[in-house]
């Protein structure tokens, strides 16, 4: 059982650049109009994510919350069906804000805008003793986690739940990093029924399968 549970809460946007780290090279490597959505599987693909995720990061990389690497069919996978919607990229970016420790600071991308302005959260304690929190003591430090190791945890992933005969087709849906975990979704419409399925895969930072 989980010692703490928070959530985040809006405070205030600010300036599009005030707080990632280093240069912003790597993101004009990222998808910006029609997004193939099989590409969390491509390691060529994926290591310009990576590349793009590391770079935003910066020096904040020890100091991650969360990280969201997503794929959207709206045409086709999605609760509510957009014809004729292309499919879309977006990456969620939350960690311990440099100049508060008491706060995250959050960014997005979206392939059709480029990466979102700031935002600084503050936390709101769901579950836990609140006089003994301390958000960093809930970060992850993002550096072991290299390129190679996210391309075989997919690859594990599609491994351990690919299925030809049984799916019309499948590919990785979402990749997120939390805590020290890496989960990834498996998205595929069954070919007996075209219901959508997810599936989902957990590897430490190494690797090692957690499930």
Do not use: H
């Not at 290591?47 to 086709?76: C, F, H, M, T, W």
């Not at 991308?109 to 302005?117: K, T």
């Not at 029924?193 to 957690?210: C, T, V």
Request: net charge positive.
């Amino acid at each position: 059982m989980k010692k703490f549970i928070y959530l985040a809460v809006s405070i205030a946007m600010i300036g599009l650049y005030s707080c990632g780290g280093g240069s912003t090279s790597s993101s004009s490597a990222l998808p910006t109009s029609k997004v193939d959505y099989q590409m969390l599987s491509d390691s060529v693909a994926l290591r310009k994510v990576y590349d793009a995720v590391r770079e935003k990061l910066g020096e904040n990389i020890q100091g991650v919350d969360r990280i969201s690497i997503n794929i959207a069919r709206p045409s086709k996978d999605e609760t509510i069906i957009r014809q004729g919607k292309p499919d879309e990229f977006r990456i969620n970016l939350s960690y311990l804000y440099p100049k508060d420790k008491n706060k995250l600071f959050s960014q997005y991308y979206v392939n059709d805008r480029g990466w979102s302005s700031g935002e600084v959260k503050g936390i709101q304690l769901i579950v836990g003793n609140a006089e003994t929190f301390r958000l960093e003591d809930e970060m992850c430090d993002l550096s072991p986690l290299t390129a190679e190791t996210l391309f075989k945890i997919t690859q594990n992933a599609l491994a351990k739940y690919q299925d030809t005969a049984k799916y019309s087709y499948q590919y990785v849906k979402n990749i997120e990093i939390k805590q020290g975990l890496v989960t990834v979704t498996v998205y595929g419409k069954l070919a007996a029924n075209d219901i959508g399925k997810s599936l989902y895969y957990k590897a430490d930072l190494q690797g090692a399968a957690k499930n």
